[in-house]
């Protein structure tokens, strides 16, 4: 089997069909990536399936507490991580999963290309959704001006003025980012206090081209065929101000895919991560779950902890199969 990222032919897709996997490793962050060459290791017959490569680590700017590496963008890790899949010819399907249903002692894991997957065990590493700002102007500027992808998009800004609303390492990240194009950055926060990581408040004050706008909330987004400027408010006088910019940068956060993961039915906390134990099992025995969909690690995301689970998960469903299906 020679190694591949893509979408299977028809002729592909009868064949996969028949096939029985070990593993289906559900998502392609650092987590699903990791349980890839853990369970290659394994000798399991392993498949990636996921709709986009890289997760919310290629979305990421710099990455500068990732171990062996001093300074790395997420994209290049991203190609680390895949490399790394591609050496042990784990398969990356760009598809979207929809159902997972039981078959006996197995699964049967559907997708939106109309193929199904036998497995024997399922890694779930879905990652968290972006949240939007819900605010007038937003959709209509997405593509014009407002961005969820700093390192994809800050090229384009180059000697242009930007913001980035949010307070997490997100924003943090995304800010120093940027900060190596455009020729002014403001970064938008709630608060008077980041939540980011405390080295990334110097960071951000030691840059000058970065100015912190604090307390304030994006109240909406005006322009022409272009995004040119955010009205801003001003928590704590309640002044309504306006911001002239070239481009806007939402690093709010995310929420795991509540809908998604209610439909395969693995139990959830109240916040919809999924509830794992200290092998990363879920609810339903043979479907484990890694990363930051889930509430391990102390729910302390970040891609070293999202790949030790996805480590930990291979493991698990590794002793998971010799145990329940003997050879
Ligand atoms: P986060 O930690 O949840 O922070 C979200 C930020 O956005 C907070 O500052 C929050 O304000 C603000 N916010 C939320 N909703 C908002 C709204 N509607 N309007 C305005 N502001 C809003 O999310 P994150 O920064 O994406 O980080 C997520 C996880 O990934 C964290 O565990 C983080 O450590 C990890 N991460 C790590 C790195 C790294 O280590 N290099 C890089 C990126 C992400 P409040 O502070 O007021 O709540």
Request: net charge neutral.
């Amino acid at each position: 089997m020679s190694f591949r990222i893509g979408m299977l032919s028809r002729k592909a897709m009868a064949k996969e069909a028949e096939k029985e996997y070990d593993v289906v490793i559900v998502g392609s962050g650092p987590a699903g990536l990791t349980a890839a060459i853990y369970s290659a290791r394994y000798m399991l017959d392993t498949v990636v399936i996921a709709g986009e490569i890289g997760g919310q680590m290629g979305e990421t700017g710099y990455v500068e507490n990732y171990p062996g590496f001093i300074r790395i963008t997420g994209q290049e890790l991203v190609k680390r991580f895949t490399d790394h899949v591609a050496h042990y010819k784990v398969p990356i399907q760009m598809d979207e999963v929809e159902t997972i249903e039981r078959d006996g002692e197995k699964f049967r894991v559907r997708t939106k290309r109309g193929i199904t997957y036998k497995t024997k065990t399922v890694i779930l590493a879905v990652g968290v959704k972006r949240r939007r700002l819900n605010v007038p102007g937003e959709q209509e500027y997405t593509g014009k001006g407002v961005s969820y992808c700093a390192p994809c998009d800050a090229p384009f800004f180059r000697g242009k003025v930007v913001a980035v609303v949010g307070g997490g390492d997100s924003a943090a990240s995304a800010a120093i980012l940027l900060a190596d194009y455009a020729s002014r950055v403001y970064l938008i926060h709630r608060r008077n206090e980041l939540r980011a990581q405390p080295i990334y408040r110097k960071l951000l004050e030691e840059n000058p081209k970065i100015e912190i706008l604090w307390s304030r909330v994006v109240e909406r987004l005006e322009g022409d065929t272009f995004l040119r400027k955010a009205v801003l408010k001003n928590r704590e006088t309640g002044e309504l101000e306006e911001l002239e910019l070239d481009g806007l940068f939402v690093e709010i956060g995310a929420d795991p895919p509540r809908e998604f993961l209610e439909r395969i039915g693995v139990e959830l906390d109240e916040q919809g991560y999924v509830k794992v134990g200290p092998d990363q099992s879920t609810s339903i025995p043979g479907i484990f779950a890694a990363g930051d969909c889930t509430t391990g690690s102390n729910k302390y995301k970040q891609i070293v902890t999202a790949a030790a689970e996805g480590a930990v998960a291979a493991d698990a469903a590794y002793n998971y199969i010799i145990r329940k299906f003997p050879r």
